[in-house]
Each structure stands twice: as structure tokens, then as C-alpha cells.
């Protein structure tokens, strides 16, 4: 079964990890297993508009990891791509767009008050949301140990062991 | 030393070149671990 | 109004709109978000980080010890200019990894999540609270010490109105402390420290010069025991001058915090190089001017004041008057990052947690804000009429800190079965005799430095209260072995994993399991 999604582009192929994994460790033989796509949800809020430190387009956005329900930061303004994929890759979302929201909001206070120092919140207004996937590449890697297993940021390169 | 009595100058004048060094220790210790992040920035920047 | 006093509100305004400028235009392209993508080089950086820990004291406190003590005074300046690179050595990688695991957002949250304990969580905040703001309060007497100078008025106006203005930019909103005017006041603070300095040697004929004269005057000062050779053998007061600063840095909720905040090894690194070298020319400096002020303005009245005076007598009045609107433009910048660090202490682990589980944002910032004013009128009655030395205050605030949570945040991640009955013990045990040995001023007695007796207890209280507690439970220790590292992976795939990446990590590899096993 499958169905249409918006996601990243997958910006490092499969070959392209197993090439950059292979040079940092050229003991080890990779080979990538699957791709599986882990759900966020993209919210940008504009910053209000009298505030007189922030030009008028003043936007802070951050995603909300749908599983652990946890809030980051980001830089720049994400491009999503419609894509068809296999039900069986993508992994289902624990967290509601009620519950994402709200903590998107206190995520965004928090961080406001630690990074710019200010007491005054200024207010904040949504402007976008949309539910989105991150591609992951599964990589298995096999030595004389044993072996292991990364999940590799298809968008970013960066990766994390399983 | 620097009109010091011997005591003195043996106690506080290494001490910058110690930490110097260990700055230095530091920063090689460091500058081994970060192969990856920079193989992914020459790919942003598209020298790659 | 005096000029030196235009010359100040004109810095601020300066200030002001190179701050407003560099946030402006940072906000303008339209693909870069506000709080994200704020990427400033590491020079930038460390002196950004230099800014904001250069505080009060150095400018005060540094100089009037070695005014009254001579060369003994360094052994304070040894530590200091190495601490930040112990403390990012120590407890670096580590602590972020195990921040990272346990999700922990503020410095005491991670020590609540890390033993486990709410007590833990209850007494940290209570004495970071209060030592916070006692490294606060001695901010506030510098500023009225600076703002005295700087515009003539008597101490107790000019303390009230250093600490308005300190409060008010708290409050309403600290928009000049962007980073790039931090960077700013760094450039102007060493510059100008050092150039008093330079302009000090030349007159002296160098440190040689200098180191004769003062022999001259009374070879003690040139000792490593103190003026008359006061210490002298004590070497209990030594380590402990020398470890508080050097190793103390790691009980500092918020110096810690940034451990668990660094996303990047990448600019860390080239920022340890930029602070060290920084620490090496700037930290000794202001304890050098106190040397020189011995030999040249030897009847200065408030040995604190051995900074602005020098000032004011090597700069032209305009010059010397930019350099104190720097040193209380760093004042402020210090006391407020403290005071919101203090403020988010209050509010999200005591309020929050403790007393309305589902307070509103702005009601939490009403809290914080409250905190914060009484704080801040608390301190100017204190400094008013029992005005102790912004010197010994740092020393007892810093001590205190250091004594209580040094020893915890280094064991949450150097050993795996400490507890919370240890660390509860090490807090309390360490925090108090610090206090006692301060108030009782058992130094004299013992012959060992407040700091040195608080550690000893501390690492006492942390060995004993173990035996007494159970060990941690299993996601705890299994969290401990992997923040030392993942043994099954090689070193160098290891080493680069992005460790923001961990929560995902944890889910995708649940769906894996459920989903379908990976066939090799």
C-alpha cells in the first residue's frame, strides 16, 4: 500500500552514505538496508508586528518530533516535496496536531527567553504549519565484532546509532 | 627573573604555557573528531 | 550633568543600535529564521563568552587584592585563566550526551532526572537561587562603584541608579545584549584594560621595573604569601585560592548549562583556542594594574577603585570615560544573564514544578519578573548599609556554588553508582561548610581556604551518603554507559555521531523491531 506524502528531499543517496561512512571507517563494510520516513510537524509563527527590535517579516518556526513530542529550533525555511511511498516506511505519529501545537508554542517561548534574554514576550501569531517527513536511510555495518546498525539523516548526513 | 624572588617566578610564570598547552591538547582532540561535519558542509557549500 | 555622564548614555545608545542593526539585518533575508540561524564565528564567540563571565569582579575585585596583597593575589588569576578549559575537558562531551539522553532542558532539571530525586531538585534550585543572586548583588556594588566614578554622584545614588538600570534592562528586555555587542564591549574592556597596562609597564620601565620598585616598598608584596607574609606555609589557602576558579566553573548552574546546550564540536573548538589565548593576556592584566596602582597612586582611598582611577590617570577623560561605560556596559550584561538565569530557576523548577502545575507563560514571567525586582531592591538595601567587598563577596558566592554542585555534576557522569543520598549529602555537606567556614572565619584558624574545606566535604558527603542510598535504577545506569560512549561501534563512527539526532534514534529503532527485522 501506498501513500502521498510531503517530505525532504533526500539529499545524500544511498551510495553517497556508504561512500562518506566507508572513508571514516574503512574497516567496516556498510550497506544500507531501507529508508524510512519519521513524521514532524513544521510550525512558523510571526513575531508581532509593534515590537520594535524585529522588522515587520520578524519569523521564528521550529518542528515538533511526532513521536517523543520534542521541539527544535531551525534555520532556514524547509522545502517540502510531494513523494509516494510505501505505507510500510513510514512511521506512525503518536503525538496529535493539538498537542504538537501547544508545545511548538511553549518550545518557542522557552527558547525566546533563553536566547534573546527578554522578559517581555512579544507576541506571537501562527503563519504556516504542515505535517511533514524526514527521510532516514537504515545503515547496517558489519566488522570482525559483530555488527551495528545508523540511522543516517538523508537530508543533513548526520546519523546516530540504533 | 623579571626582579622576582626564585619562589615566586617558578610558581606563576609557566602557568599561561601550561594552559596554552592544554588548549592546544584540546583543540587537536577535537579537530580528530570532526571529519564527518565537515565532508557534510563542503557538500552544502557544493564543493563535493 | 558631569560629561563623563553624556559620554556613558551616548555609549548606551551606541550600543543600542549596533545591537538593533546587526538583529535587523540578521532578521531580514527571508529563508533565515530569527532564533535559528545566528551563525557567528568562534572568534566572535569566545569573545562573546569572555563578555559575559569578564564581570564585576575583575575590574574591582581582582585588582584590590593584589593592591592589598601584592603578588599573592595570582594565584587566584592562575586558575582562572585556565578554568574554562578544564571545565570543557572535564565534563564537555560527556555531560552533553547524558543531557541529551535524559532530555533534560535546565541545569537543575538534569541533576533532578539524573539521581532521579525531587529533593535534589528542591535544594539545588534553592541554593542556586541564593548564590546567584549573591554573584548578582556583588555586581550591583560594582556598578555603583563604576557609575560613582563615571558621573561624580555620591555611592549610595549611584547604586540605586546602577541597579535601576540594571533591573529595568532585565525586565523590559535586554535587547542590547546581542551577541555582537557583547563582542563590541569585549574588543573596547581589553583594549582598554590592556592598554592601561601598556601605558603602566612603560612608566614602570616593565615588569622588572615594577617588581623593583615594589620590592622597594616591601619585599613581601613580590612573595607568594601575601603582603607581611601573612599565608605564609598555609598552603591550604593557596589550593583553595587556586582550585576555586580553576575547577570551580563546573559547579556553576549557569556556566554548565552550556555544556547541554552545544550542538557542535565545530566552533568549540576554535573558540577553546580564542579564550585561552584571551584568558593568558586578559586575565592577569587587571591583577597587574593592582600592582602598579601599589606603586602609583599607593594612597588610594577603596582598593576597588584601582581601575577607574588608573583610568582617569593615563586616558584622556574622554578615553577613561568609554572604558568604565564598557566596564559597566559588561555589568549589566553579567548581572542580567544571571538574573534570567535565576529567574527561569525560580520559575520553571520551583514554580512550575512545585506549586501551579499548569501555569500560563505569562504568568510564569510574572513570577520571574516579581523575583526579580525584589531581588533587586533586597541588594541595594544590603549594599547600602552593609556593603561588603564586591572581592569577597564573588569569592563566598562562587565558593559556595562551586562547594555544592561541582562534585554532583562530576559524578553524574564519572560514576555510575552515586546516588541521590550521595549527592544530597555532597550539596548540603559542601554548601554549608563553605558558609560556616566563611562566616565563622574558620581560615584563620585552619589555615585552609573556604573552598578547599567545602570540596573536601563535599567528595566526603558524596562517598559516605552512597552507601546509604540504592543504586540508580537500570535506565539511569544503562543512560550513564552510553553517554561514556557506544562500545559496539568503532571509535571513529562513534565520535561523529550527532547526538541531536538521539530521540529519533530511540523511535526509528522501536518501529525497526515492530515493524520488520532487518534482513543481512
Same mark, same amino acid.
Not at chain 2, 577535537?30 to 563535493?48: A, Q, R, S
Not at chain 3, 575585585?61 to 582562572?80: E, K
Not at chain 3, 541545569?107 to 539545588?124: F, T
Not at chain 3, 569569592?395 to 562530576?410: D, E, K, Q, R, T
Given at each position: 500500500?501506498?501513500?502521498?506524502?510531503?517530505?525532504?528531499?533526500?539529499?545524500?543517496?544511498?551510495?553517497?552514505?556508504?561512500?562518506?561512512?566507508?572513508?571514516?571507517?574503512?574497516?567496516?563494510?556498510?550497506?544500507?538496508?531501507?529508508?524510512?520516513?519519521?513524521?514532524?510537524?513544521?510550525?512558523?509563527?510571526?513575531?508581532?508586528?509593534?515590537?520594535?527590535?524585529?522588522?515587520?517579516?520578524?519569523?521564528?518556526?521550529?518542528?515538533?518530533?511526532?513521536?517523543?513530542?520534542?521541539?527544535?529550533?531551525?534555520?532556514?525555511?524547509?522545502?517540502?516535496?510531494?513523494?509516494?511511498?510505501?505505507?510500510?516506511?513510514?512511521?506512525?505519529?503518536?503525538?496529535?496536531?493539538?498537542?504538537?501545537?501547544?508545545?511548538?508554542?511553549?518550545?518557542?517561548?522557552?527558547?525566546?527567553?533563553?536566547?534573546?534574554?527578554?522578559?517581555?514576550?512579544?507576541?506571537?501569531?501562527?503563519?504556516?504549519?504542515?505535517?511533514?517527513?524526514?527521510?532516514?536511510?537504515?545503515?547496517?555495518?558489519?566488522?570482525?565484532?559483530?555488527?551495528?546498525?545508523?540511522?543516517?539523516?538523508?537530508?543533513?548526513?548526520?546519523?546516530?546509532?540504533? | 627573573?623579571?626582579?622576582?624572588?626564585?619562589?615566586?617566578?617558578?610558581?606563576?610564570?609557566?602557568?599561561?604555557?601550561?594552559?596554552?598547552?592544554?588548549?592546544?591538547?584540546?583543540?587537536?582532540?577535537?579537530?580528530?573528531?570532526?571529519?564527518?561535519?565537515?565532508?557534510?558542509?563542503?557538500?552544502?557549500?557544493?564543493?563535493? | 550633568?558631569?560629561?563623563?555622564?553624556?559620554?556613558?548614555?551616548?555609549?548606551?545608545?551606541?550600543?543600542?543600535?549596533?545591537?538593533?542593526?546587526?538583529?535587523?539585518?540578521?532578521?531580514?533575508?527571508?529563508?533565515?529564521?530569527?532564533?535559528?540561524?545566528?551563525?557567528?564565528?568562534?572568534?566572535?564567540?569566545?569573545?562573546?563568552?569572555?563578555?559575559?563571565?569578564?564581570?564585576?569582579?575583575?575590574?574591582?575585585?581582582?585588582?584590590?587584592?593584589?593592591?592589598?596583597?601584592?603578588?599573592?593575589?595570582?594565584?587566584?588569576?592562575?586558575?582562572?585563566?585556565?578554568?574554562?578549559?578544564?571545565?570543557?575537558?572535564?565534563? @564537555?562531551?560527556?555531560?552533553?550526551?547524558?543531557?541529551?539522553?535524559?532530555?533534560?532542558?535546565?541545569?537543575?532539571?538534569?541533576?533532578?532526572?539524573?539521581?532521579?530525586?525531587?529533593?535534589?531538585?528542591?535544594?539545588?534550585?534553592?541554593?542556586?537561587?541564593?548564590?546567584?543572586?549573591?554573584?548578582?548583588?556583588?555586581?550591583?556594588?560594582?556598578?555603583?562603584?563604576?557609575?560613582?566614578?563615571?558621573?561624580?554622584?555620591?555611592?549610595?545614588?549611584?547604586?540605586?541608579?546602577?541597579?535601576?538600570?540594571?533591573?529595568?534592562?532585565?525586565?523590559?528586555?535586554?535587547?542590547?545584549?546581542?551577541?555582537?555587542?557583547?563582542?563590541?564591549?569585549?574588543?573596547?574592556?581589553?583594549?582598554?584594560?590592556?592598554?592601561?597596562?601598556?601605558?603602566?609597564?612603560?612608566?614602570?620601565?616593565?615588569?622588572?621595573?615594577?617588581?623593583?620598585?615594589?620590592?622597594?616598598?616591601?619585599?613581601?608584596?613580590?612573595?607568594?604569601?601575601?603582603?607581611?607574609?601573612?599565608?605564609?606555609?598555609?598552603?591550604?589557602?593557596?589550593?583553595?585560592?587556586?582550585?576555586?576558579?580553576?575547577? @570551580?566553573?563546573?559547579?556553576?548552574?549557569?556556566?554548565?548549562?552550556?555544556?547541554?546546550?552545544?550542538?557542535?564540536?565545530?566552533?568549540?573548538?576554535?573558540?577553546?583556542?580564542?579564550?585561552?589565548?584571551?584568558?593568558?593576556?586578559?586575565?592577569?592584566?587587571?591583577?597587574?594594574?593592582?600592582?602598579?596602582?601599589?606603586?602609583?597612586?599607593?594612597?588610594?582611598?577603596?582598593?576597588?577603585?584601582?581601575?577607574?582611577?588608573?583610568?582617569?590617570?593615563?586616558?584622556?577623560?574622554?578615553?577613561?570615560?568609554?572604558?568604565?561605560?564598557?566596564?559597566?556596559?559588561?555589568?549589566?550584561?553579567?548581572?542580567?544573564?544571571?538574573?534570567?538565569?535565576? @529567574?527561569?530557576?525560580?520559575?520553571?523548577?520551583?514554580?512550575?514544578?512545585?506549586?501551579?502545575?499548569?501555569?500560563?507563560?505569562?504568568?510564569?514571567?510574572?513570577?520571574?519578573?516579581?523575583?526579580?525586582?525584589?531581588?533587586?531592591?533586597?541588594?541595594?538595601?544590603?549594599?547600602?548599609?552593609?556593603?561588603?567587598?564586591?572581592?569577597?563577596?564573588?569569592?563566598?558566592?562562587?565558593?559556595?556554588?562551586?562547594?555544592?554542585?561541582?562534585?554532583?555534576?562530576?559524578?553524574?557522569?564519572?560514576?555510575?553508582?552515586?546516588?541521590?543520598?550521595?549527592?544530597?549529602?555532597?550539596?548540603?555537606?559542601?554548601?554549608?561548610?563553605?558558609?560556616?567556614?566563611?562566616?565563622?572565619?574558620?581560615?584563620?584558624?585552619?589555615?585552609?581556604?573556604?573552598?578547599?574545606?567545602?570540596?573536601?566535604?563535599?567528595?566526603?558527603?558524596?562517598?559516605?551518603?552512597?552507601?546509604?542510598?540504592?543504586?540508580?535504577?537500570?535506565?539511569?545506569?544503562?543512560?550513564?554507559?552510553?553517554?561514556? @560512549?557506544?562500545?559496539?561501534?568503532?571509535?571513529?563512527?562513534?565520535?561523529?555521531?550527532?547526538?541531536?539526532?538521539?530521540?529519533?534514534?530511540?523511535?526509528?529503532?522501536?518501529?525497526?523491531?515492530?515493524?520488520?527485522?532487518?534482513?543481512?
Amino acid at each position: 500500500m501506498n501513500q502521498l506524502i510531503k517530505a525532504n528531499r533526500v539529499d545524500f543517496n544511498n551510495e553517497e552514505i556508504i561512500n562518506r561512512l566507508g572513508k571514516l571507517e574503512p574497516t567496516v563494510n556498510f550497506s544500507v538496508k531501507r529508508l524510512v520516513y519519521y513524521p514532524y510537524y513544521f510550525f512558523e509563527y510571526g513575531l508581532d508586528k509593534k515590537s520594535f527590535i524585529f522588522p515587520s517579516n520578524g519569523l521564528v518556526a521550529c518542528t515538533i518530533d511526532l513521536i517523543s513530542g520534542s521541539g527544535s529550533l531551525i534555520d532556514s525555511e524547509p522545502v517540502f516535496e510531494k513523494f509516494i511511498v510505501s505505507k510500510m516506511d513510514i512511521i506512525e505519529d503518536l503525538v496529535d496536531t493539538e498537542k504538537a501545537e501547544k508545545e511548538a508554542q511553549h518550545f518557542i517561548f522557552r527558547t525566546i527567553s533563553l536566547k534573546m534574554k527578554i522578559f517581555k514576550m512579544p507576541n506571537i501569531n501562527l503563519t504556516r504549519q504542515e505535517l511533514f517527513y524526514r527521510p532516514y536511510w537504515i545503515v547496517q555495518g558489519n566488522d570482525k565484532k559483530g555488527t551495528f546498525t545508523l540511522a543516517v539523516d538523508g537530508k543533513s548526513g548526520k546519523y546516530h546509532s540504533l | 627573573m623579571f626582579n622576582l624572588p626564585m619562589e615566586t617566578a617558578w610558581a606563576f610564570l609557566p602557568w599561561p604555557i601550561l594552559w596554552l598547552g592544554l588548549a592546544l591538547y584540546m583543540y587537536f582532540k577535537l579537530k580528530k573528531e570532526d571529519h564527518w561535519e565537515d565532508t557534510i558542509v563542503k557538500k552544502e557549500k557544493g564543493e563535493d | 550633568m558631569s560629561s563623563d555622564a553624556i559620554v556613558f548614555i551616548i555609549y548606551l545608545l551606541a550600543l543600542l543600535f549596533v545591537g538593533l542593526y546587526f538583529s535587523r539585518k540578521a532578521s531580514k533575508s527571508a529563508d533565515q529564521y530569527l532564533l535559528g540561524g545566528r551563525n557567528v564565528g568562534p572568534a566572535v564567540t569566545a569573545l562573546t563568552m569572555q563578555s559575559t563571565s569578564m564581570s564585576g569582579y575583575m575590574f574591582m575585585g581582582g585588582p584590590a587584592l593584589a593592591f592589598q596583597q601584592g603578588w599573592y593575589a595570582l594565584w587566584y588569576a592562575l586558575g582562572d585563566a585556565g578554568g574554562a578549559i578544564v571545565n570543557l575537558s572535564v565534563l @564537555g562531551k560527556r555531560m552533553r550526551r547524558m543531557s541529551e539522553i535524559l532530555g533534560a532542558l535546565s541545569p537543575i532539571e538534569y541533576l533532578e532526572k539524573r539521581y532521579e530525586s525531587g529533593a535534589v531538585r528542591i535544594i539545588g534550585s534553592v541554593i542556586s537561587i541564593i548564590f546567584l543572586f549573591a554573584y548578582v548583588f556583588a555586581q550591583f556594588i560594582a556598578s555603583g562603584k563604576a557609575l560613582e566614578s563615571l558621573t561624580g554622584l555620591p555611592y549610595t545614588w549611584a547604586l540605586i541608579i546602577g541597579v535601576g538600570v540594571i533591573i529595568a534592562y532585565t525586565v523590559t528586555g535586554g535587547y542590547l545584549a546581542v551577541v555582537w555587542t557583547d563582542f563590541i564591549q569585549g574588543i573596547i574592556m581589553v583594549v582598554g584594560v590592556v592598554g592601561i597596562a601598556i601605558l603602566g609597564f612603560s612608566k614602570l620601565g616593565g615588569l622588572s621595573g615594577l617588581n623593583e620598585r615594589l620590592g622597594q616598598m616591601d619585599a613581601s608584596y613580590l612573595s607568594i604569601w601575601g603582603k607581611d607574609l601573612a599565608y605564609i606555609g598555609q598552603w591550604g589557602v593557596v589550593l583553595g585560592a587556586v582550585l576555586i576558579y580553576s575547577i @570551580g566553573y563546573m559547579g556553576l548552574p549557569h556556566v554548565v548549562v552550556r555544556h547541554m546546550s552545544m550542538k557542535s564540536t565545530k566552533t568549540v573548538k576554535s573558540a577553546i583556542m580564542y579564550a585561552a589565548t584571551w584568558n593568558q593576556l586578559f586575565v592577569f592584566a587587571p591583577y597587574l594594574l593592582g600592582l602598579m596602582a601599589i606603586v602609583l597612586i599607593p594612597n588610594l582611598s577603596d582598593p576597588e577603585m584601582v581601575i577607574p582611577t588608573l583610568a582617569y590617570e593615563f586616558f584622556p577623560g574622554i578615553m577613561a570615560a568609554i572604558l568604565l561605560s564598557a566596564v559597566m556596559a559588561a555589568i549589566m550584561s553579567t548581572s542580567d544573564s544571571i538574573l534570567m538565569q535565576t @529567574g527561569t530557576i525560580l520559575s520553571r523548577d520551583i514554580y512550575q514544578r512545585f506549586i501551579d502545575k499548569n501555569a500560563s507563560q505569562n504568568k510564569m514571567v510574572l513570577v520571574s519578573r516579581l523575583c526579580i525586582l525584589a531581588a533587586g531592591v533586597i541588594g541595594v538595601i544590603v549594599a547600602i548599609y552593609q556593603p561588603p567587598s564586591v572581592f569577597t563577596l564573588v569569592i563566598f558566592a562562587f565558593g559556595v556554588l562551586g562547594n555544592s554542585f561541582m562534585v554532583p555534576y562530576i559524578t553524574s557522569v564519572y560514576s555510575k553508582k552515586s546516588n541521590s543520598i550521595g549527592v544530597l549529602c555532597a550539596m548540603i555537606g559542601g554548601g554549608t561548610t563553605n558558609i560556616l567556614w566563611t562566616s565563622m572565619d574558620l581560615q584563620t584558624i585552619t589555615a585552609i581556604h573556604p573552598f578547599l574545606a567545602g570540596l573536601v566535604i563535599s567528595i566526603l558527603g558524596m562517598v559516605i551518603g552512597n552507601k546509604f542510598g540504592s543504586a540508580p535504577s537500570q535506565p539511569i545506569q544503562d543512560a550513564f554507559e552510553k553517554s561514556k @560512549g557506544d562500545r559496539r561501534i568503532p571509535r571513529s563512527i562513534d565520535k561523529n555521531i550527532s547526538r541531536d539526532l538521539s530521540p529519533e534514534a530511540r523511535n526509528i529503532s522501536k518501529f525497526i523491531q515492530a515493524n520488520q527485522p532487518i534482513k543481512g
